[in-house]
């Protein structure tokens, strides 16, 4: 794997050596985030966020499985197992609020972990399957959190599932069908309850799983950089251990102050306060809303209003949707620029940023009411999103002349090629 | 196959080409594994079907003896809400002024309620585009510009008939079956 270069694990300690002879995993995680993996010199903080989502996930599991030693999925009891769980276990309020807010931060840094490769055109050969993977994780930590969420069985709970399963029943003709087979029933209830709980224990497993695969598939290559200029030689990367092990330490301190701040003075802030009435099938809350992750998709789902030629509304609504996130699996073809870093790229950079700002526009229309202008503004945001990706990109990547790319990484960095190639970087100037 | 050379040698092959009979033993093999495998799908699948406690919930029977002219109640139906709505004669006629043909989903206020019993609207309490309920049926409720009900999470307005009239909804709020067992009461499902 990776580089010719990369230092070669030698178990010290005779165990050590009699371990690595009969099963080598010390070794194989020495060559994955240890010394052994070489990694370029001039990564900034954007490549944090890898770690700090696999920190999140790590935070989750460890609370989930504490939750579920307390909770009972049972529609009857559920909403007060909850309750129990935040007034009689002994912190229980403590680690339901970790895992609530977990989901949220969990999110935060994936959000940015997306948006630094959208930048830095990380999807971009050799890595397309580094994307790939990485859009299923992002898949199944949405279905993840969905079903996260009904399991409080509170009104949102019982409102989102009853919209998001509904979304199932716009399929033509074995919709109602499919809908029904979700669910177990005609509306949410028990059964939808218990198989969501079996689900959203599940997976978290799944994920952890499909990030051995993402990391296995970027470390083929080796991590891209700012410049997205390939790494040509030993001058050009550093040990993961100790130099990114002691970066993502310092950024995962940050990122557990923040959390940490929000759990401890506002762990409400994120969440709504709705989800404290317990499920009622009679009446439907005055807004749904799911949390906050999901509104940039929420707005695109109740953009559309009007039906296209015999396309009814709804199933158009449900398929802008979807496609809004599966249009990311063909982005590494769409963008056709032999320059990978937005850096070198004047034009895409500013359709970059206009990106970021139309899907914080779709995200503030989705926590908004299903009332004008928000119905309009969304309608015109979700059409640029698609446009973006679909016409944008393209044609930027044509027309555009990018800025001189640097010779090496290491000129990137020291401003001039290295006097000998040979030199180590060792405590190069960073 | 690792076993090619030792079958070569231990079964006489057919002289040339065609198919010997290792390659049927593999196919066969194979292919009664495939079918065995599809065969416990059914069970995987359709245990995620409503149960037999869920599908057996009775019929429901709605007294519309207290529901008064332009009032409307809740009920509980296959633990889905009811909506039962005794029309004002205004809310007839304006239901009537409507041209069918202009509907999104185009059925008549008679196409909708019993015959002789057109005050009577009886229809699911389910919104047609996600499944929430919609405002309308509770005194001071929201009931949408055309009158009949309005559901809050999507903006799907419904007109007195309880007809899809604007917003994202695709049919009109569905009516279940249903008959009248008395002048004052009606047995749904």
Request: hydrophobic share 50%; charged share 10%.
């Given at each position: 794997m990776s580089f010719p270069w990369a230092e070669h694990y030698t178990p010290k300690h005779p165990l050590m050596k009699w371990v690595d002879d009969r099963l080598p995993l010390p070794r194989f995680v020495y060559?994955?985030?240890?010394?052994?993996?070489?990694?370029?010199?001039?990564?900034?903080?954007?490549?944090?966020?890898?770690?700090l989502s696999g920190a999140a996930l790590i935070v989750q599991i460890i609370t989930g499985i504490i939750l579920a030693m307390h909770y009972a999925a049972s529609s009857g009891v559920a909403f007060e197992s909850v309750e129990h769980i935040m007034r009689d276990v002994n912190g229980g309020w403590l680690l339901r609020y970790a895992h609530?807010?977990?989901?949220?931060?969990?999110?935060?840094?994936?959000?940015?972990?997306?948006?630094?490769?959208?930048?830095?055109?990380?999807?971009?050969?050799?890595?397309?399957?580094?994307w790939l993977l990485g859009v299923v994780i992002f898949l199944l930590m949405m279905a993840t959190a969905f079903m996260g969420y009904?399991?409080?069985?509170?009104?949102?709970?019982?409102?989102?599932?009853?919209?998001?399963?509904?979304?199932?029943?716009?399929?033509?003709?074995?919709?109602?069908?499919?809908?029904?087979?979700?669910?177990?029933?005609?509306?949410?209830?028990?059964?939808?309850?218990?198989?969501?709980?079996?689900?959203?224990?599940?997976?978290?497993?799944?994920?952890?799983?499909?990030?051995?695969?993402?990391?296995?598939?970027?470390?083929?290559?080796?991590?891209?950089?700012?410049?997205?200029?390939?790494?040509?030689?030993?001058q050009d990367t550093v040990p993961f251990h100790p130099y990114y092990t002691a970066k993502d330490g310092f950024g995962l301190g940050v990122f557990l102050v923040l959390y940490c701040a929000v759990l401890f003075f506002a762990p409400n802030w994120l969440g709504h306060p709705d989800n404290y009435i317990p499920a009622n099938p009679m009446a439907t809350p005055a807004h749904i809303v799911p949390e906050w992750y999901f509104w940039p998709f929420y707005a695109i789902l109740r953009a559309f209003t009007f039906d296209f030629f015999f396309?009814?509304?709804?199933?158009?609504?449900?398929?802008?949707?979807?496609?809004?996130?599966?249009?990311?699996?063909?982005?590494?073809?769409?963008?056709?620029?032999?320059?990978?870093?937005?850096?070198?790229?004047?034009?895409?950079?500013?359709?970059?940023?206009?990106?970021?700002?139309?899907?914080?526009?779709?995200?503030?229309?989705?926590?908004?009411?299903?009332?004008?202008?928000?119905?309009?503004?969304?309608?015109?945001?979700?059409?640029?999103?698609?446009?973006?990706?679909?016409?944008?990109?393209?044609?930027?990547?044509?027309?555009?002349?990018?800025?001189?790319l640097p010779n090496s990484i290491t000129e990137s960095v020291l401003g001039h090629e290295p006097a000998g190639v040979a030199a180590k970087p060792a405590i190069a100037a960073e | 196959m690792v076993t090619v050379e030792h079958s070569d040698t231990a079964v006489p092959a057919v002289e040339g080409e065609g198919v010997r009979r290792r390659d049927f033993i593999n196919i066969?093999?194979?292919?009664?594994?495939?079918v065995g495998v599809v065969a416990t799908l059914p069970t995987l699948i359709n245990q995620m079907n409503p149960s037999a406690d869920v599908l057996a919930q009775a019929t429901t029977e709605v007294d519309l003896s207290s529901i008064k002219p332009g009032q409307a109640i809740k009920a509980v139906f296959r633990s889905q809400p009811l909506f039962v709505r005794q029309l004002t004669?205004?809310?007839?006629?304006?239901?009537?002024?409507?041209?069918?043909?202009?509907?999104?989903?185009?059925?008549?206020?008679?196409?909708?309620?019993q015959p002789g019993k057109k005050q009577w609207l009886v229809t699911m309490g389910v919104c047609t585009h996600l499944g929430c309920v919609p405002l309308g049926t509770g005194e001071g409720e929201n009931r949408g510009e055309f009158g009949g009900y309005f559901c809050p999470c999507h903006g799907s307005t419904y007109d007195t008939a309880a007809r899809i009239r604007k917003g994202p909804a695709p049919k009109n709020l569905a009516v279940p079956a249903y008959k009248f067992t008395s002048d004052t009461a009606i047995l749904v499902g």
């Open positions: 060559n994955a985030v240890g010394a052994g993996y070489p990694v370029p010199r001039n990564l900034n903080y954007f490549w944090n966020f890898g770690v609530s807010n977990g989901a949220s931060f969990f999110f935060i840094v994936v959000y940015i972990h997306i948006f630094r490769g959208l930048f830095y055109s990380s999807y971009k050969a050799p890595r397309e399957m580094v009904v399991l409080p069985w509170g009104q949102m709970s019982y409102w989102g599932a009853q919209v998001i399963t509904g979304l199932f029943s716009a399929i033509p003709l074995v919709g109602e069908p499919i809908h029904t087979w979700l669910l177990g029933g005609f509306a949410p209830g028990n059964a939808a309850l218990n198989r969501f709980f079996s689900l959203h224990y599940l997976l978290p497993f799944v994920i952890a799983a499909v990030i051995i695969l993402h990391i296995w598939a970027l470390h083929i290559p080796g991590s891209s950089n700012p410049t997205g200029v390939e790494v040509k030689g030993p396309v009814p509304a709804k199933l158009l609504g449900v398929f802008a949707m979807f496609a809004s996130i599966l249009l990311l699996f063909v982005l590494p073809w769409l963008d056709t620029s032999p320059v990978r870093s937005g850096s070198y790229r004047p034009l895409f950079k500013k359709f970059f940023w206009l990106l970021v700002v139309d899907v914080l526009i779709l995200g503030y229309c989705g926590g908004a009411p299903a009332a004008e202008p928000f119905v309009m503004i969304s309608q015109i945001a979700a059409a640029y999103y698609f446009a973006h990706f679909l016409i944008i990109l393209p044609i930027v990547s044509r027309i555009e002349r990018p800025l001189p | 066969a093999a194979v292919s009664f594994a495939g004669p205004k809310e007839i006629e304006e239901a009537d002024a409507v041209p069918v043909s202009s509907l999104r989903d185009p059925q008549s206020l008679e196409e909708r309620t």
